[in-house]
């Protein structure tokens, strides 16, 4: 799974060509550390169809607020450098992230 960041986040996600899945969580997100092992396991299944990465909201708040990132977790997907589609919060299940994977697959 891909760490973004404010410095490559440009390149390896606005920039990309095709799909691109971006988990935005921070430390201090006690839902956020929760879902993470499973959106690994979701990274390990898809991987190889889909790019996925995560980047630490809290070490790059203004990148989050400009990509309207208003609560956490959110789980999104960027094509060809656009964001389609996101869950946020409660929404954030995995059976929602893995439904919204496939769609994209």
């Known amino acids: 799974m891909f760490i973004f960041d404010k410095d490559n986040?440009?390149?390896?996600?606005?920039?990309?060509?095709?799909?691109?899945f971006v988990d935005f969580w921070s430390e201090g997100c006690e839902p956020c550390k929760a879902l993470m092992?499973?959106?690994?396991?979701l990274s390990e299944t898809y991987?190889?169809?889909?790019?996925?990465?995560?980047?630490?909201s809290t070490k790059a708040r203004r990148l989050s607020i400009?990509?309207?990132v208003l609560g956490l977790p959110t789980m999104a997907v960027y094509k060809d450098g656009a964001?389609?589609?996101?869950?946020?919060k409660d929404d954030a299940t995995v059976a929602n992230i893995e439904a919204m994977i496939k769609k994209y697959i």
């Open 9 to 20: 986040f440009e390149a390896e996600v606005l920039q990309a060509e095709g799909y691109v």
């Open 37 to 41: 092992p499973d959106v690994e396991k």
């Open 47 to 56: 991987g190889s169809q889909i790019k996925f990465g995560k980047l630490d």
């Open 66 to 68: 400009k990509e309207k």
């Open 83 to 88: 964001k389609i589609d996101e869950l946020t």
